[in-house]
C-alpha cells in the first residue's frame, strides 16, 4: 500500500502551502505522487499556475532532482529504484499528479462500483438525488471524499505494482479533520453488512494503518498552537496515525539575546552611540540620532515581544512530543518558485 500524507492545519495557516510542498518533497527519484483536493476550492491549481482541476488525475509538476537517497524513502521504493541508482550522483524528480475529489462524481462512481448502476445513477444526477444526498447527509460526503483519496492509495497497475508511491490529501481544518477522517468508522457501525459496510472498514483499515500519518500546519501564535494540541489530542483519542508538526511562516530573531534585552529595556544611551557611531550624528539630546532612538527602540521591543511569544509557543508545540519542522516566511508570497524552496527545505529537515 502507499503511504498517505493527510495535511490539515488551522485556517490561514497555509496547509494548502504545505500539502503542495509535501508532494514535491515525495517526488523524487522517480516516484509518483498524488495530491488530492477535498475542499473544492481550486487552491492547488492556483499555487502551481495551472488550470482548475478537473475530477480526474492530471500531471501537474516535476518533482526536484535530489542528491544521494531519499529520507522519504520506504523500504518497499527504495529497493524498486536501486538499479537506477547504481550510477549515484543526481537523479531526476519524480511526477506529482493532482486530483480535485467532488462529492457528487465520487458517488457516482460508488453507485456504478458497488450497484452497477451505470446510466441509472446519471439519471439520478440528473433529477438532482445526487446532490440532493450529498447536502442533507454531510457524512455521506466525507465518506465519499475518504474513500476516493483511500482508493488511489491501495490501486495497483497491471503489473501489480502501487501507482502512486505516496498520496497526499490536503484536508479540512484542525477543528472537523478527526470527524472527517472517522466518519467511515460510525458508518460501519451503522451499516453492519453489505457494500457500504465492507466499503466504510476498507477506509478505515487505510486510515488507521501504520502507512497513514495525519501532519498538522501551524504558526507560532497562540490559537494556532492550541488547536494544533487539540487536534493531536482528538486524533489519538480516535487512534488515527498523527505523523508530525509543520510550523509555517517563521520569521528569524534579528537581534541576539543580549540585544533583545537591551531592547526590551529600552537602553536608550547604548541605541544613541551606535547611531552615532553610524555617522547619524551626534549622540547629544535633540540631535538627529536622538530622534531617530524613539522610534527605533519601539520597534525593537515589538519585536523582543513577538520573539520571546513565538518561544514560548514553540516550547508548547515541543512538548507535544511530535517531530517538528519548520518553513520560512517568504516575504513576497507563494508562487510556483516559492514552493519549489519549501519542498526542499522540507527535505532538507528530513522525513515528517
Known amino acids: 500500500m502507499s503511504r498517505l500524507h493527510v495535511v490539515s492545519g488551522k485556517g490561514g495557516t497555509g496547509k494548502t502551502t504545505v500539502a503542495a510542498a509535501l508532494a514535491l518533497a515525495l517526488a523524487t527519484e522517480g516516484r509518483r505522487t498524488l495530491l488530492v483536493e477535498v475542499e473544492g476550492r481550486q487552491g492547488i491549481a492556483q499555487l502551481f499556475e495551472t488550470e482548475a482541476l478537473p475530477y480526474e488525475e492530471r500531471k501537474i509538476a516535476v518533482g526536484p532532482a535530489s542528491e544521494g537517497a531519499s529520507p522519504w524513502a520506504s523500504p518497499r521504493t527504495e529497493a524498486a529504484g536501486e538499479a537506477s541508482r547504481s550510477g549515484g550522483g543526481r537523479r531526476a524528480g519524480g511526477e506529482v499528479h493532482a486530483l480535485a475529489i467532488d462529492a457528487e462524481r465520487a458517488l457516482l462512481d460508488y453507485l456504478q462500483m458497488f450497484y452497477k448502476l451505470g446510466s441509472a445513477g446519471r439519471a439520478l444526477k440528473k433529477l438532482g438525488a445526487i446532490d ?119 520569521r528569524p530573531a534579528l537581534l541576539d539575546n543580549g540585544d533583545l534585552d537591551s531592547a526590551a529595556r529600552g537602553a536608550r544611551t547604548g541605541v544613541a552611540k551606535a547611531l552615532s557611531q553610524a555617522g547619524l550624528g551626534g549622540a547629544r539630546r535633540g540631535g538627529l540620532a536622538d530622534r531617530l532612538i524613539d522610534p527605533l527602540l519601539e520597534q525593537a521591543r515589538e519585536h523582543a515581544e513577538r520573539v520571546e511569544l513565538e518561544r514560548a509557543e514553540y516550547a508548547e508545540l515541543t512538548a507535544i512530543g511530535l517531530p517538528t519542522h519548520e518553513l520560512e516566511l517568504l516575504p513576497e508570497g507563494v508562487d510556483l518558485a516559492g514552493l519549489y524552496h519549501l519542498a526542499r527545505d522540507l527535505r532538507k529537515q528530513g522525513p515528517i
Open 132 to 250: 440532493f444526498a450529498t447536502t442533507i447527509a454531510p457524512g455521506l460526503r466525507d465518506v465519499l471524499l475518504t474513500g476516493k483519496a483511500c482508493e488511489a492509495v491501495r490501486r495497483k497497475d497491471k503489473s501489480g505494482k502501487f501507482v502512486y508511491d505516496a498520496v497526499v490529501m490536503d484536508a479540512p481544518p484542525t477543528g472537523r479533520i478527526t470527524r472527517f477522517l472517522n466518519v467511515n468508522d460510525e458508518v460501519a457501525g451503522l451499516a453492519k453488512i453489505g457494500p457500504i459496510h465492507n466499503q466504510a472498514q476498507a477506509v478505515m483499515r487505510v486510515l488507521k494503518s501504520p502507512e497513514t500519518a495525519v501532519h498538522l500546519v501551524t504558526l507560532l501564535e497562540e490559537m494556532p498552537v492550541q488547536e494544533t494540541a487539540d487536534g493531536v489530542a482528538e486524533l489519538r483519542a480516535a487512534g488515527i496515525p498523527v505523523g508530525g508538526i509543520v510550523i509555517n511562516m517563521t
